[in-house]
Nanobody
């Protein structure tokens, strides 16, 4: 089992910055891709950015040039630096990890999600 905990959300004015962090803990063998998703009010969850274990990065078009995803493999942590925030960036931000973990009989490959952190950008 793997536990994901996000931090760093909050209320910020348009044009401001926030940095989100997400730490994975538990009986981890390895972590493959990690990513950030968001769910705007009344909308479906969408991918914001992802990063593979080898450092390959993808961004949603709406955040390119403003957001930066990074990870610290030694700390099982993924970050999202968000600059030049816009009101449309408002939503609940979730981190996700594709992880291999130890089980009673071997290992298991699953996707794990954090509980979400609220980001609100005022105009």
């Amino acid at each position: 089992q793997v536990h994901m905990v996000e931090s760093g959300g909050g209320l910020v004015q348009a044009g401001g910055s926030l940095r989100l962090s997400c730490v994975a803990s538990g009986r981890i063998v390895s972590i493959n891709a990690m990513g950030w998703y968001r769910q705007p009010p009344g909308k479906q969850r969408e991918l914001v950015a992802s990063i593979s274990s080898g450092g390959i990065i993808n961004y949603a078009d709406s955040v390119k040039g403003r957001f930066t995803i990074s990870r610290d493999n030694a700390k099982n942590t993924v970050y999202l630096q968000m600059n030049t925030l816009k009101p449309e960036d408002t939503g609940i931000y979730y981190c996700k990890a594709a992880a291999r973990s130890y089980t009673l009989i071997g290992t298991s490959d699953l996707d794990y999600w954090g509980q979400g952190t609220q980001v609100t950008v005022s105009s």
